[in-house]
Every structure is written in C-alpha cells, then in structure tokens.
C-alpha cells in the first residue's frame, strides 16, 4: 500500500485531456512537500516528466503539466497522443517514516483508446 | 551524453548476496548525490537508498541493515552490495541521479535501464 494514491488507470481518446491524482497526506504532500512525477514506457526505465510540482525538464512537450494544491497534486495531458501509453508515477517525501523516506504512488496507467 | 549503465544483477538464493553496479558517463558520481529505486515484477517504484556523502547514507526500512550503497570514485561508479537476500527483493533495480538536496526537495532526474535481481527460495 502506498504512501501516495494514484487511480490505477485512466484512459482517453487521441486529442482529449486526462488528468492523474496523487493524494497523500499531513506528513507528506499536505506538508509542502514538492511533488515529482515520472513517465515509464511499456518494457521502460522510468523518466523525469514532472520536477517541483510543476516544472518540465527540457525536452518534455508543454502537453504535460502538473500542479499541487493541499494534499493532492495533480498531471495533466491535454492533446492526447497514443505515445502517451505508459505507466505514470508521483514521488515525494514524507516525515512520518523514520529516517529519510521518498515516497512513490501506485502508478496509473494511461491508455488511448 | 549523460547515462547511468546498471550491471551485477541475476539469479541468486535467498540469503546470498549481490553486488550491483552503476556506471556512469557524461557527469562525475562524486559531485552528485545518487540513489537505488526498484521494481518488483508487475509492481510500482520503491525507493531502496541514497548516497549523498560518505557519512550520510540513507536507506529503506525494508533494506536497512542488509543492503550498503558506496561509490567507486575512480571507477566514477556507484555500487549496491545486497547481503541476506530474501524472494521480496526480487526486481528490477535502477540507480539514477539525484537533484536537490535536503530530500525533502529532491527528485531522479536521470535513470539507468536497470538490472534485474531474481531471488530464488
């Protein structure tokens, strides 16, 4: 069970817009902690998509975009694409562990049908 | 070009060890903080360890004590010795480079392509 909740899957059709959840808690999200996401590709190494809430690395399409609010954040896709199939997965850190503690969600996996 | 290349994985006995490796290119291990996250077959992103600096290593409570994560400078090459292995650390293991630092704030901005530990009974 994970720190972060995630729906296990979302699905769209090509050009429509999906958003994914992370829900956390006080001790984690609620607690002004950044939240990260990454994209995994079928048979992929995971790859930063979303750095400090809602930032994009260079190189990711601004089709992307994240944000937070309370204990939940959020990533969009808009302009759906079929390459766009993937695993997605939010990160960030939570007090409540003992020691240093990065958290992840369950991962939502994002079909276009 | 930046990349982190895994190796060492394979198929093990449970309580036997492991040692994997990371070699990185484009960037120098030493001058970044660096960290091991896996995934079990089918299953999501677990945070295993962080290395960020010689005295401050940290680790998740499911590895703590049985894992060690250290750098081989010269070799500009993190490494994850896994002793005591049980059928739960079977997965696929990547090592990736860490951005920002206290943890609160951090976030993987590069990823190998893993290497995968199989753990048998």
């Known amino acids: 069970q994970s720190v972060l909740t995630q729906p296990p899957s979302v699905s769209g059709a090509p050009g429509q817009r999906v958003t994914i959840s992370c829900t956390g808690s006080s001790s984690s999200i609620g607690a002004g902690y950044n939240v990260h996401w990454y994209q995994q590709l079928p048979g992929r190494a995971p790859k930063l998509l979303i750095y400090d809430n809602s930032n994009r690395p260079a190189g990711v399409p601004d089709r992307f975009s994240g944000s937070k609010s309370g204990t939940s954040a959020s990533l969009a896709i808009t302009g759906l694409q079929a390459e766009d199939e993937a695993d997605y997965y939010c990160?960030?850190?939570?007090?409540?562990?003992?020691?240093?503690?990065?958290?992840f969600g369950g991962g939502t996996k994002v079909t276009v049908v | 070009e930046v990349q982190l290349v895994e190796s060492g994985g394979g198929l093990i006995q449970s309580g036997g060890s492991l040692r994997l490796s990371c070699a990185a290119s484009g960037f120098i291990v030493s001058d970044n903080y660096m960290s091991w996250v896996r995934q079990a077959p089918g299953k999501g992103l677990e945070w295993v360890s962080v290395y960020y600096t010689g005295t401050n290593t940290y680790y998740a409570d499911s590895v703590r004590g049985r894992f060690t994560i250290s750098r081989d400078n010269p070799k500009n090459t993190l490494v994850l010795q896994m002793n005591s292995l049980r059928v739960e650390d079977t997965a696929t293991y990547y090592c990736?480079?860490?951005?920002?630092?206290?943890?609160?704030?951090?976030?993987?901005?590069?990823w190998g392509k893993g290497t995968t530990v199989t753990v048998s009974s």
């Open positions: 990160q960030s850190y939570d007090s409540q562990q003992r020691g240093l503690s990065w958290v």
């Open positions: 990736a480079r860490v951005r920002k630092w206290p943890p609160q704030s951090s976030y993987m901005d590069v």
